[in-house]
């Protein structure tokens, strides 16, 4: 009777400490903001219209694009200008996968539906575009070293379509 009772916690304490090698690689999965600060740094809650401003290059899917930001003297934003910027499906027929244009940007703060910082963008140049008929809505993610702007898509895996400043 002894030994049927050893057996069975020995079989108990493998079941268990299986169940747990199993487990452990689940805590280490990345959450949405360990994804992003992982390849890119920290999701900014907000950033000032001066340490935006600058030029960024594409990564990723994001090869071969770039977009400039420069400030204005007041307010939170100022002009951009892109370079193989990807077009929507609206436009698509008449510019191509890409364009290169120009127009504004502001920076807005996390809020309390929306807890991240990000750069709205409105495209003025090659024509007026309807609003959400390209990408016009970039996160921030930043750390000491570096900033990057990137279109927050699938919160689980490091974005895609990222803009580091150069």
């Known amino acids: 009777m002894t030994r049927v009772r050893v057996a069975g916690r020995r079989a ?14 689940l805590a280490s999965c990345s959450s949405a903001s360990t994804a992003v600060e ?19 290059t594409g990564e990723a899917h994001a090869k071969g694009v770039k977009i400039t930001l420069k400030a204005s003297d ?8 892109v370079r193989n910027w990807p077009t929507g499906s609206w436009y698509k027929s008449e510019l191509g996968a890409t364009f290169d244009g120009s127009g504004t940007w502001d920076v807005l703060s996390g809020t309390g539906s929306d807890e991240y910082g990000h750069v709205q963008l409105s495209f003025t140049e090659p024509e ?16 000491s070293e570096r900033m990057y702007l990137y279109e927050d898509d699938d919160p689980d895996v490091c974005p895609t379509f990222r803009l580091r400043r150069t």
Do not use: H, N
Request: aromatic residues 4%; negative net charge.
């Open 74 to 81: 007041t307010g939170t934003g100022g002009t951009l200008t």
């Open 12 to 25: 108990r304490l493998l079941t268990a400490a299986t169940v747990l090698s199993l487990l452990s690689p």
């Open 128 to 143: 007026r575009f309807l609003q959400d008929d390209t990408l016009d809505s970039l996160s921030i993610a930043k750390d």
């Open 38 to 56: 992982a390849c890119m740094g920290k999701q900014a809650v907000s950033a000032t219209t001066g340490e935006l401003e600058g030029t960024y």
